[in-house]
């Protein structure tokens, strides 16, 4: 069994929130995959599927932010799931707004949902983490977090959670490399090989008119034409 954590804040007031990106990710999921409805377990909410024949749980802590280990522990030690078999969504600074990596273990870079997973469970956990940019400034982090995404994220936001559920598969299997390929076919489609000037069509010829298309005549031709 895998468990796949989302971070956020729980709540109407939040649920747009760049924090709650690891929310969005897992709604995301659970809809795609027909995983079966939420429901209140482990101090959050869950769900169970199938991806690929391995059976995972989603869990979105209903703690805050802050003490998401308490609930992510509480499932984690219930089901007997390893580390190594758990993977947290979540939202990452440090990343333009649209990128996706992974990352196996390591620290908690300051995150507070990651730090209190790291308090109850320790470092060596999956992690996805969901690029929204940064604001430019330390003290503008809180205030940036906690406001709803801008209509001018919409799109790549969008594009980002196609990707996500489409490779979920992938990453149930443990193909790091396949989910990641599923997300960029979204956020960075590949472009055509051929330049525009190599794809456009060339003028059409005009027809030749029959004057234009017959040999020209001598002068004594078109003497001896007279008297046909």
Known sequence: MKLFVGLGNPGAKYAHNRHNIGFMALDRLAE????SPWRSKFQGQICGG?????KVLLLKPATFMNLS????????????IPLDQITVFHDELDLAPGKLRLKQGGGHAGHNGLRSIHAHLGADYGRVRLGIGHPGHKDAVAGFV?????????????????????????????????????VALQTAPPRSSKSPKATAQKPAQKPATPAEDAPARSPLQKLLEKFK
């Open 32 to 35: 795609d995959h027909q995983f």
């Open 146 to 182: 906690l406001r709803d995404f801008a209509k001018a994220d919409q799109d790549w936001l969008a594009a980002l959670l196609t990707g996500i559920g489409n490779g979920a598969v992938h990453l149930a299997a443990g193909d790091g490399a396949k989910f990641m390929n599923a």
């Open 69 to 80: 280990g308490q609930s992510v522990g509480e499932a984690a030690r219930f089901h007997k």
């Open 50 to 54: 199938i991806l690929g024949g391995h």
